[in-house]
Structure formats: structure tokens, C-alpha cells
């Protein structure tokens, strides 16, 4: 013990420890030091969880200040030079072009089919049907519908008139008379036609079987068709009448010229 206390050395070291207090300026000249500062930063950079990264360690970059406005501009100029391949493109003028050719082709094809079931007109069917003389010559029987422009049902039953037209056309015979035309006057006395659409089923030889009068279903037009088609000795729907027009309102609508409505 004689020892340790005779050494300035030990007694400097062990002063600290053995001392309850101690002036404050002794303290502050051990800790301003230049070790004993140097050990203190050790300490606290040792205690760090994150240090700092050394300003001159060449393993760490710097990024230099980027300007607020040129963020939008970099932005930009990624996304226009590598788009992102999950997102969908723009089309281009030719798949556009191809998409305008198919609505067209499209809108085209529904106005035929339009035309072709619902578009049909009386004026169709009479400049497509055949004169009334030619058709009691040419040895075929014959339907004649009578018909007016202004008459609702005939307009409505045109359609249907028209595709049993095209389906029999060949072996049977389509006549349109106008009863708007005085030239029809005798027929529409003969035939009996009180009502309209009249339709009279005429065998090859120019008698009549039978009639349908205004807005029936289409099975019974064509099923009368088709006996005559086949030359049957009588047709299945004889006498049938349903929903027409009054054939006197004809008064009122009245051409003296046949010349202005042709064959009908």
C-alpha cells in the first residue's frame, strides 16, 4: 500500500475512484484534454446505432441537389423511354383504320338485313310483282293483293308478303292492284273486296279458291301459297278474315289516271 501511494502515477489513475468529490476545474481540465476528448467522441460514435458515413469514404456517393422543377421533367422522360409493359397502349392508326371498316361493314350488313325483313315497302312489292293480264295468260296460278299506300296493315304484312314472294316466285304468280286506281273498279266488284289486304288465291286457269282479308298470321298466307304452288285442288285457308282496312276510304284517295300508278 506504502507503495501505490508513494507513486504519483497510481495516485493520479486511482484519484477518481477514491474521491467522493472533486473540484470542478480539475474535471474539466482532465476532460478538455485532447485524449481524453478523443476518447469520448470513440465512445459516442461506438454507441451509435446508425453512424454517420464518413465524408471521405470512397465506398459512399453524394447525390447532387436535385431542382424542384426538374423532378416533372426527369418523370417525364422515364415514362416516355421506358413505358411501363403492364400498362395498355394507345391504338394506333391502323388499328383504327381496321375498327372503322368493320363498323362500316357492320352498319351495312344490318341495313340489308334491315331492308331485306323490315324495310320492304308496298312500292317494292308492286314494281317487283307482275301485270294482271300477263299473269292470267301465262298458264300459273295466281295471288292478287289488293292494297293502298295509306292502309296500315298493308304495310305491316308487306314483309311477310315479301318473303313468300321470293321463296315461290318462280311457280307462282304476284299481282298488286292499287284500289286508289279507278282502273281496278271491275276487279274490286268481282273479287268482292271490301276490306284491305285482300289476297285472292286464283288456280293456272283464273278461278278463285279462295281469300284472306287483313292482318293474319303469315302461316296462313303461305300455306295457301304453297297449294297453289303444288296444283292442289283447293287451298287450306278458304275464307279467313282478320284486322284490315275499309276498302271506302279509297273514295277519298282516289286516282282517275291509271297512268300514275303503272302496273298497280
Same mark, same amino acid.
Given at each position: ?88 397502349? $394507345?391504338?394506333? &392508326?391502323?388499328? @383504327?383504320?381496321?375498327?372503322? =371498316? #368493320?363498323?362500316? %361493314? ?94 285472292? $288465291?286464283?288456280? &293456272?286457269?283464273? @278461278?278463285?279458291?279462295?281469300? =284472306? #282479308?287483313?292482318? %293474319? ?48
Amino acid at each position: 500500500m506504502s507503495r501505490v501511494a508513494s507513486s504519483p502515477v497510481g495516485l493520479h489513475r486511482f484519484r477518481p475512484c477514491l474521491q467522493a468529490s472533486q473540484p470542478r476545474h480539475v474535471f474539466k481540465t482532465h476532460v478538455q484534454s485532447p485524449n481524453r476528448v478523443a476518447r469520448f467522441q470513440n465512445i459516442a460514435i461506438a454507441c451509435q446505432t446508425t453512424p454517420n458515413p464518413n465524408p471521405t469514404d470512397s465506398s459512399t456517393t453524394e447525390k447532387p441537389p436535385v431542382e424542384p422543377g426538374s423532378v416533372n421533367d426527369n418523370v417525364t422522360q422515364a415514362a416516355s423511354s421506358s413505358p411501363d409493359p403492364g400498362l395498355p397502349e $394507345f391504338p394506333s &392508326k391502323d388499328i @383504327n383504320r381496321r375498327i372503322a =371498316v #368493320v363498323s362500316s %361493314l357492320a352498319a351495312v350488313g344490318l341495313f340489308l338485313s334491315k331492308r331485306l325483313d323490315f324495310g320492304v315497302s308496298l312500292k317494292d312489292l308492286s314494281a317487283a310483282a307482275l301485270p294482271y293480264e300477263e299473269a292470267l295468260s301465262n298458264g300459273k296460278p295466281t295471288v292478287v293483293e289488293f292494297y293502298a299506300d295509306w292502309c296500315e296493315v298493308c304495310r305491316e304484312l308487306a314483309p311477310d308478303v315479301y318473303k313468300v314472294e321470293q321463296q315461290y316466285r318462280d311457280r307462282v304468280n304476284f299481282v298488286m292492284l292499287n284500289v286508289d286506281n279507278t282502273k281496278w273498279e271491275q276487279e274490286l266488284d268481282e273479287f268482292g273486296v271490301e276490306g284491305i289486304p285482300h289476297f285472292a $288465291f286464283l288456280d &293456272k286457269e283464273g @278461278n278463285e279458291e279462295g281469300n =284472306v #282479308v287483313g292482318r %293474319l298470321p303469315k302461316q296462313y298466307f303461305q300455306e295457301n301459297v304453297e297449294a297453289l304452288a303444288h296444283g292442289e285442288a283447293s287451298i287450306p285457308h278458304a275464307r279467313v278474315v282478320g284486322q284490315y282496312s275499309s276498302a271506302e276510304s279509297r273514295k277519298v284517295h282516289q286516282v282517275v289516271d291509271p297512268r300514275s300508278h303503272g302496273r298497280g
